[in-house]
T-cell receptor
């Protein structure tokens, strides 16, 4: 499985944008980039996914580099409820549903 | 309804006990998953079921026995566990309607069962 690298932790202030980076230099052409987050004492929650083009949904935006070797999850206005561990995960054509979670980024949001 | 429910929320068991974890979804999903998450670690996949058949077993010890009796229900039977098996056990589901789970498919997770083995 292709591997992802994320910073261990990041901090933000409430109502400010947050850019969470992810490096995946060994990504293959069929790998989708998924982002999940896990709030304290909860199961992981889907945030967004993409293949090549940037993606937006009501929770976040995903910016994918042109060479696809990195991506950035953008939370446009962080709230205290966005404090969580954010996981960047690659899933390819032979994953058959398997999500391999890395260590993730612990996001702290300050009031 | 995008909810995956898991029971019980907490479970304490001895090493000689037999217990079961239950997971349920009513989204019409045909793929279901068990993950294990140790404290301060990421979730690790244990099993994948597709159309009630086991499709992936990540070399999990036989003291963990999964069962998918119907498309809405997934069980994990536990027997002769060790203290190091104490963890949060997460269930997830995804559409899986094609039989082969596509890589862009979203998984929906339950809140987990926190297991303590004494």
């Amino acid at each position: 499985d292709a591997k992802t690298t994320q910073p261990n932790s990041m901090e933000s202030n409430e109502e400010e944008p947050v850019h969470l980076p992810c490096n995946h230099s060994t990504i293959s052409g069929t790998d989708y980039i998924h982002w999940y987050r896990q709030l304290p004492s909860q199961g992981p929650e889907y945030v967004i996914h993409g293949l090549t083009s940037n993606v937006n949904n009501r929770m976040a935006s995903l910016a994918i580099a042109e060479d696809r070797k990195s991506s950035t999850l953008i939370l446009h206005r962080a709230t205290l409820r966005d404090a969580a561990v954010y996981y960047c995960i690659l899933a390819g054509g032979t994953s058959y549903g398997k999500l391999t979670f890395g260590q993730g980024t612990i996001l702290t949001v300050h009031p | 309804d995008t909810e995956v429910t898991q029971t019980p929320k907490h479970l304490v068991m001895g090493m000689t006990n037999k217990k079961s974890l239950k997971c349920e979804q009513h989204m019409g999903h045909r793929a279901m998953y068990w993950y294990k998450q140790k404290a301060k670690k990421p979730p690790e996949l244990m099993f994948v079921y597709s159309y009630e058949k086991l499709s992936i077993n990540e070399s999990v010890p036989s003291r963990f026995s999964p069962e998918c009796p119907n498309s809405s229900l997934l069980n994990l039977h536990l027997h002769a566990l060790q203290p190091e098996d104490s963890a949060l056990y997460l269930c997830a589901s995804s559409r899986g309607l094609a039989g082969v789970i596509p890589p862009q498919e979203t998984q929906y997770f339950g809140p987990g069962t926190r297991l303590l083995v004494l």
